[in-house]
């Protein structure tokens, strides 16, 4: 019997046992409890988060042991609560917060909580400190939060609220720090926030506000630092803000505004840093500005103003930052710029200033970043410009300068980007290349360079990107080491009147694009050129090589595109090419090639002017061959094949006549839609714009207008290559404007890119050519299983993409659009970015321009 009640007993004992065990823990402790039963911890982050087998009465708190829970000095109350960064999420009920009446500080920042804030946290009236940023709380920020009147950080960052900004926030006059930038905020900002009275920081950027800002913001004595751009506001900046005496940093960038700069913001003699820029703010430079000699940053770029950079500015000895690019300036740099002894950064490019550059530019200071392309600048390059030893770009190109490249930039051993392209500069190419073993990218393409390229180019042992194309009269031979360059991925040297022959490609694990057509080269292809696995394009044409097609162009992997067009190569085309998955264009034309054409559809797709001028050759898409691969012909010694001869080229004749009169009605057509033109980058053959519009529609006239049903299309080209269509419209005043920018988009090649191949346009539209990505988007396929090594890669390649956007595009190409939908995957299913710099080219199409706008276009990331 005893036996029997022992055996019933026993599960009763450890319920009991454990509701008499929870009944003990203090009501902090189960509140907490509560708290992490109803969120999501995946990380497992409040492990410690329980309540031990034995709980000794007590008058402290159990909790205060628990990772993130600060007790006072007794262990009887709970006074901090910090969950910085636990990976925990869920929505919060707030039903726990009422016990925390002692609470001072509570931190949630750093997590995924989403839903509504609770209001209970307003019932916490003795906090401090409020942190939710870096979260994804929504909805209307709630009511109540003036409850908090001892309140003196909110750090709401980073979410989803929506809706108003609280107005009821500057009833709590101990506030020093107000931060509600990053989430959905619509509505003006409230004038009520012009009342703080200890306030030192008020972040507001990056919502959607609208309407004025209200000018009662120029009461903010105590404010010491402003961000409130990246808005939709209207109307200018309010001239009371040059009140707040105490600021030492506003930033208003990227809202909207108009009207000129209010001179009154020289008044602000303590601000250190200034941005306003991404506006369409008009008018001159004030020339108070020389009043904030504290001023270390200045960047008005991307505005609409006019005349000349004032003298005064030479006053502010402390700038080390001043960007004015992208505005209507003009007028020479003053002399007392280059004198400013903390400046590092100057970027003034893109506007309409002449004369020289200062004489002493880099004398009195560590110049750092200068660039001062696609103005009207002239003379020489100023012989102190490395003189700091620290500049790491220089960018001159799209100028009138002239002279050589002087002796001292071989000194820039700091050298990282080299830019001097479409100028007069002229002599040779003087500089020492082992002294810049930093030097990636350099650019010294449309200029008057003289004597070759220097065989120390081979020391340069970081470059990248080497282009010296449209230096008519460069002459010399390539370098014979110029491949085993280490890292060069891009080597340009097109009508530079080269000869001699191609150098062995022994070395060449780096190189993607090599262009080396109309030059004066001679000899064969070398067929060490199979050491080139990442050759992506090599450009040949209209030089006086020789020789067969090597066997090893058709196996390399990656190659895309390869023109040998113009040359004097003889035998067959190897058939090593129909196996290439990789290959888009292959032009051959006019060599004496002779055979037959590989018959797999690669080739078929192409356009017979890729294999024209070899009399020799045949196949589709040129004739058919008739037996030993040789085409048939007419055979034109009898009579009655003369006769039909001349029936022949009458009929020709009269169409002719036809055409010629069609184009004629065609050519008076154009004066209402506006002539077809094209612009061509690397990879895309000679086309011409009626050529691709043609391959959208092929009823289609070089004056019609193609109409697709959705904004992008695929079409398939003359040679066969596809490609996807980005149909943009504009208006005719902004054509140079974005025409220009979609070059700068162009020109930017990365293998984590899709390459923009080209565009077509008229004063109407535009259609963008990118290549044709066969294996869809990330978006299609988020849902595949992956392995780690995968998704890995796509992570890596994503962040290459973007990385090179960011840093090695100067100025940098915003991608503005990044989503799932717009990571592609090629024919390896490398992943790409696509439609990269569209939302920039989108916000040159809305903002109001004048006429006279500067077309070369750079937006900030």
Sequence with gaps: MEILKLKYSIPLIFPLFFVAAFSAVDPFSQALLSFKSEIIDDSNSLSDWIVPTLVNSS??????????????????????????????????????????????????????????????????????????????????????????????????????????????????????????????????????????????????????????????????????????????????????????????YLDIAGANLSGPIPKELGNLTKLESLFLFRNQLNGMIPWEFSNIVSLQSLDLSDNLLSGTIPDSLSELKNLRLLSLMYNDLSGTVPEGIAKLPQLDTLLIWNNFFSGPLPENLGRYSKLKYV??????????????????????????????????????????????????????????????????????????????????????????????????????????????????????????????????????????????????????????????????????????????????????????????????????????????????????????????????????????????SAFMGNPRLCGVPLRTCHGKGMPSGLELGSRRTQKFAWVLISCAVIVLLIVMIIFGMLHFRKGTKGEWKIVSFSGLPGFTANDVLRSFNAAEAADAVPSFPHSVCKAVLPTGITVSVKKIEWEQKRVDTMSRFINRMGNARHKNLTRLLGFVYNKHMAYLLYDYSPNGSLAEKIKMKRDWETKYKIIIGVARGL?????????????????????????????QLEEYGLSSLYQLKNIELPATTNPEAGFKT
Aim: charged share 15%.
């Design 371 to 608: 660039d001062v392309s696609t103005n009207e600048f002239v003379g020489e390059i100023p012989p102190g410009i490395c003189a700091g030893g620290m500049l790491m770009k220089l960018i001159l190109f799209s100028n009138n300068f002239t002279g050589g490249l002087h002796p001292s930039l071989s000194n820039c051993s700091t050298l990282v980007r080299l830019r001097v392209e479409d100028n007069s500069f002229s002599g040779e190419l003087s500089v020492i290349f082992s002294n810049l073993s930093e030097v990636i990218y350099m650019d010294l393409s449309r200029n008057k360079f003289v004597g070759g390229i220097t065989v120390d180019i081979t020391e340069a042992s970081s470059l990248q990107y080497l282009n010296v194309s449209n230096n008519p009269q460069l002459g010399g031979v390539i370098p014979e080491k110029l491949w085993s360059l280490p890292s060069l991925q891009n080597f340009s040297a097109a009508s530079c009147s080269i000869s001699g022959n191609i150098p062995s490609f022994d070395i060449c694990k780096s190189m993607m694009v090599v262009d080396l057509s109309k030059n004066n080269l001679s000899g064969t292809v070398p067929e060490s050129i199979s050491n080139c696995k990442g050759l992506l394009a090599m450009d040949l044409s209209i030089n006086n090589l020789s020789g067969h097609i090597p066997v090893q162009l058709a196996t390399l992997p990656a190659i895309s595109v390869l023109d040998m067009s113009h040359n004097s190569f003889s035998g067959p085309i190897p058939m090593q090419f129909g196996n290439s998955s990789s290959l888009k264009l292959l032009n051959v034309s006019f060599n004496d090639i002779s055979g037959s054409i590989p018959l797999e559809k690669a080739f078929r797709m192409m356009d017979s």
């Design 59 to 248: 008058d402290k708190i159990l909790a205060c042991s628990w990772s993130g829970v600060k007790c006072d000095n007794n262990s009887s109350s709970i006074i901090g609560l910090d969950l910085y960064m636990k990976n925990l999420g869920g929505a919060l009920s707030g039903k726990q917060f009422n016990v925390f009446v002692d609470l001072l500080d509570l931190n949630l920042s750093y997590n995924s909580f989403s839903q509504q804030l609770p209001q209970s946290i307003f019932n916490l009236t003795n906090l401090r400190s409020l942190d939710i940023s870096r979260n994804n709380f929504s909805g209307h920020f709630p009511r109540g939060i003036s409850n908090l009147q001892n309140l003196v950080v909110l750090d709401a960052f980073s979410n989803s609220f929506s809706g108003p900004l609280p107005p009821d926030v500057s009833q709590i006059q101990p506030l020093k720090v107000l931060n509600f930038a990053g989430s959905y905020f619509r509505g003006p900002i409230p004038s009520e926030y012009g009342s703080f009275k200890s306030l030192d920081f008020i972040h507001l950027a990056g919502n959607f506000l609208s309407g004025k800002i209200p000018p009662e913001l120029g009461m903010l004595r105590t404010v010491t630092h402003m961000e409130i751009g990246y808005n939709v506001y209207e109307g200018s900046i309010p001239w009371q803000l040059g009140n707040m005496s105490e600021l030492q």
């Design 803 to 831: 990385s090179f956007l960011h840093h090695d595009c100067f100025p940098a190409i915003p991608h503005g659009d990044l989503k799932a939908s717009k990571i592609v995957f090629d024919e390896t299913m490398e992943p």
